[in-house]
């Protein structure tokens, strides 16, 4: 065993942990970890798992509709944990002054064992939790002898300490892989339930691996939802094979779509690795590309060159909203589509936002844009769908104008997604219902990069200099500055879910959909498990998390997700260089 008091100076950089847990303890002791480590998991086919010996297949049981069981979920964790450790790994010299040496492996002491101990059976849902049903906490122990321990109360927990696992250990530059902080002790929960990123998939197209890295970030940062966006005005990508013309007109292309296979595949890849797949169906606005197959189910499409009387986004378009036509639909739509979600997920998004009243002057089975006619059609046309999704045993969720500007009353089973301000936030939970945070001003990820519409010249002059309505861009540190819990008295906390960052795809697709997302959804990932304020109550500080993201950054990167730096190797290979403000 050796112990490297010169480089105990700089302790406190090389040790990211992304998010910071509730408690974290360490010490500056090297062990080192081979590929003969083993793993003790009980439930094990196999005995103890080791890397020559860990599964590469998944069951996909279809008496269960493919749902990933418990012992699945481990041995997926057990492999990425490998996988990251002796693969994926990343040499920390950014992390430490010019001239660092790494550590030697003469007399080094290694990890033996990795015991998993669940302490209670899961839970039937552990997969596809509601809020509250699965409890993420886990303890990680590593003893200065190579002893490791995780215990969590659910399989989710496991997985989540695997995580932070991985995090403790780096890239030696001769080859294996080392940790300088033995002996570890960590107690670590998340203080919100809900932590997902929103991808939206119709504006620009991505492939199933696009879809797939992302949700790989998404656990790693120790989020628990995903919430695909996977319909909008300008293609319909997803197959639904009861109504085979929606995805083949509807799509950009008749090949650019999501079969049910690849839907299935996105699903339990989520799944498997403690995140819950959230689809999102955005209706009755944000309908447009319905009009290619079902065009006499969409009020006002394409209104020309004025489409901003009648939508947010060109093209202009929205279901009807007193149209049995449009009901039977939507009928058909979810009797095909819920089932297969509902493997995987206790939930199903019904979208709900920017619904245009113009566009229901269009609307022959309307002919109106007065609130006081469309109000009850709308809460008949909301309840409907719920009704549907409850009998098929998914819990909607809204976004907040359905709430807060159509003053519908909703089931309270419903969570209502946020996004204009923090007292939209406020106004949810007052009247009783969980909201999700993200407000746009904090945790859009579009925002910032400028417009996407192109201005006439004869109007250009009016627009310059172009930027868009959610302008700056969120750097990490505006992202991170955000509370979820601001403008809520704390008697209501309880109705605060979580939240989501959100990446709409106006000006991103695969070519920068990595560096788009992260690191910039870590840092709402961090606020979202540790919380925006610290142990004293204080607001987090950047000085402390800049080094651990930019490590989570590499970490990222290692792993095959082409994340974006947040600062320079000079300021990273200090620690202390590179501030402002310091008293
Ligand atoms: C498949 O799922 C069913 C229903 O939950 C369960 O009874 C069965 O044991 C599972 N089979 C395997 C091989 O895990
Ligand atoms: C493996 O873990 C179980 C508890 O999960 C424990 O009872 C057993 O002693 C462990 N085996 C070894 C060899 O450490
Ligand atoms: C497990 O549940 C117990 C009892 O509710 C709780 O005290 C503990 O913090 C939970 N988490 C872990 C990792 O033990
Ligand atoms: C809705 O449609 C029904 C049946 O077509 C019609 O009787 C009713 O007047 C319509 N409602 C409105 C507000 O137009
Ligand atoms: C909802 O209520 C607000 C406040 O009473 C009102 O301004 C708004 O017009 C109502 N919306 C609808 C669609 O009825
Ligand atoms: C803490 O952050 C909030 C924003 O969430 C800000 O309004 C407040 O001024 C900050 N408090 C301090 C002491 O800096
Ligand atoms: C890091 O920066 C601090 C503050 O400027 C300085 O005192 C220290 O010597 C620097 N250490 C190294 C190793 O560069």
Request: aromatic share 12%; with cysteine; charged share 20%.
């Amino acid at each position: 065993m050796k112990s490297f008091i010169s480089i105990s100076l700089f302790a406190s950089i090389a040790t990211a942990i992304w998010p910071l847990p509730l408690s974290y303890d360490h010490g500056n002791t090297v062990l080192w970890i081979g590929k003969d480590v083993q793993v003790n998991w009980s439930s094990a086919k196999v005995g103890f798992i080791t890397y020559q010996n860990s599964p590469d297949s998944y069951g996909n049981n279809e008496s269960n509709g493919g749902s990933p069981s418990s012992d699945d979920m481990v041995d997926f964790a057990i492999k990425q944990t490998y996988q990251t450790i002796f693969e994926n790994g990343f040499v920390p010299w950014k992390f430490h002054p010019k001239g660092w040496e790494e550590p030697s492996e003469e007399e080094a002491t290694y990890v033996k064992t990795i015991h998993l101990n669940l302490l209670q059976a899961d839970p039937k849902n552990v997969a596809k939790p509601l809020v509250g049903q699965v409890d993420e906490s886990y303890t990680l122990e590593l003893t200065n002898e190579g002893e490791a321990t995780i215990q969590a109360n659910s399989t989710v927990g496991i997985l989540r300490g695997l995580t932070t696992f991985t995090q403790l250990f780096f890239k030696h530059s001769d080859g294996g892989a080392y940790t300088m902080l033995a002996p570890v002790e960590i107690m670590d929960a998340p203080k919100f339930m809900h932590r997902g990123v929103n991808l939206d998939v119709s504006r620009n197209w991505f492939t199933v691996a696009d879809i797939k890295r992302t949700i790989d970030a998404v656990a790693y940062n120790k989020m628990n939802r995903f919430h695909l966006h996977v319909t909008d005005s300008q293609s319909w990508p997803l197959d639904i094979p009861a109504l085979p013309d929606l995805a083949k007109k509807g799509a950009y292309r008749p090949d650019l779509i999501y079969t049910a296979k690849d839907f299935k595949d996105i699903q339990y890849h989520a799944a498997i690795q403690g995140v819950e797949m959230i689809t999102e169906i955005d209706m009755p606005g944000h309908t447009s590309s319905i009009w290619y197959s079902y065009p006499e189910l969409i009020s006002a499409f394409n209104v020309q060159p004025d489409w901003d009387t009648y939508a947010a986004e060109p093209p202009s378009g929205t279901l009807k909203l007193n149209s049995s036509a449009v009901d039977s639909f939507l009928e058909k739509l979810f009797d095909d589509l819920l089932p297969r979600v509902y493997p995987f997920s206790s939930y199903f998004h019904t979208g709900g936002d920017e619904v245009n009243k113009n566009a229901y002057k269009l609307d022959e089975t309307v002919r109106s844009s007065d609130s006081a006619v469309l109000q009850p059609l709308m809460q008949k046309f909301v309840d409907r769908n719920h009704n549907q999704l409850r009998s098929l045993g998914l819990t909607p969720i809204v976004w907040e104008e359905m709430l807060l500007d159509w003053n519908l009353t909703l089931g309270e089973d419903v969570i209502v997604q946020t996004w204009q301000s923090d007292q939209a936030v406020a106004d949810v939970v007052a009247k009783g219902h969980k909201a999700l945070v993200g407000n746009y001003n904090y945790w859009y990820l579009d925002c910032g990069k400028g417009q996407w519409l192109d201005f006439d010249p004869s109007v250009s002059d009016q627009y310059w200099p172009y930027n868009d309505y959610c302008a700056p861009f969120h750097n990490w540190r505006l992202i991170y500055s955000y509370d979820p819990l601001s403008g809520v008295p704390p008697s209501l906390h309880h109705l605060v879910l979580g939240g989501e960052a959100h990446m709409w795809a106006e000006q991103t697709d695969p070519v920068n959909l990595d560096r788009m997302i992260w690191p910039r959804a870590s840092a709402a990932a961090e606020v979202l498990w540790s919380g925006a304020k610290d142990a004293e109550g204080r607001n987090r500080s950047q000085t402390e998390a800049s080094p651990r993201l930019s490590e989570m950054r590499e970490r990222l990167v290692a792993k095959g997700i082409r994340a974006e730096p947040i600062q320079m190797v000079y300021c990273t290979m200090n620690g202390t260089q590179c501030q402002l403000g310091l008293t």
